[in-house]
């Protein structure tokens, strides 16, 4: 399938909306689906990537995908680095473009008769933060925060701190990720109960979701409670929240 995506527009404000063309590939055979995607934007130049999933038996599979991307964008503060008085007027937060980024997963699925099921998976985006450059925000978080009290407005010192908060914008925080989740559904059951934990071995950072899914005729609602946690020093014990309490409903008419 070749797509051409909203002609004319060139790089839109958001990558989703960018001028684009794109030649999509499809294969399934005998327990196996195979996807290849080559794409021309004006922000990431040549996009190439795959996908594919493997049924091995009836009780276990596994996946695994790869993108290449001949150019990409981060968010730096360019107050990183500076010796001087680490307080800018206006916004230090400015997009890098980097070149040949990969993002990589491998994963698998086993289910049991039990209606126990384990998810795996190993991830690298190399569009995230390295564990030093986190080091280096937590490093210039700590600098501006001295300044409270010592002369410099209060307002300007908060107002920097909370532009540094953007680099949890990503989807990923920290480039390589392990993820193991743990649910349960009984067949023909409306209740799935599961246990998600989230660890970022880089800087020893972990994120445990405890959660509960329920679906009816019409709908489905999900309940969770998550916390942040793992080493001292890692990304997301630098979130602004240590615990997130969700609900979520989902009708269907």
Known sequence: MLVYATPGRG?????RD????????????????????ARLSERNHIEVGSAFTNVAVESFEWHGSLLYQEQYERLYNSLIGTTGMP???????????????????IGFTWTGQSGFSLLGEAW???????????????????RQA??????????AVRGNI???????????????????????????????PALDILCT???????????VGY?????????????????????????????IVYFALQGFW
Do not use: C
């Open 11 to 15: 790089k839109a404000g958001m990558p």
């Open 18 to 37: 960018d001028e684009s063309l794109a030649l999509k590939f499809y294969q399934h055979e005998g327990n196996t689906d195979v996807h290849a995607i």
């Open 87 to 105: 307080i800018s007027s206006s916004d230090p937060m400015t997009n890098r473009l980097e070149r040949h980024g990969v993002k990589a997963l």
């Open 124 to 142: 690298y985006d190399a569009g995230a933060y390295s564990a030093g450059e986190w080091r280096a925000v937590k490093n210039l978080t700590e």
């Open 146 to 155: 001295a300044l409270l009290g010592q002369g410099v407005p209060e307002s």
């Open 162 to 192: 909370a532009f540094s908060t953007r680099y949890f914008d990503r989807p990923n925080l920290l480039r390589e990720n392990l993820l193991l989740r743990l649910s349960h559904r009984q067949e023909g059951g409306n209740l799935e």
């Open 201 to 211: 071995p880089a800087d020893g950072g972990v994120v445990a979701t405890a959660s």
């Open 215 to 243: 679906e009816g005729n019409r709908f489905r609602l999900d309940a969770g409670v998550r916390q942040f946690g793992g080493a001292r020093n890692s990304a997301y014990r630098m979130l602004p929240d240590e615990r």
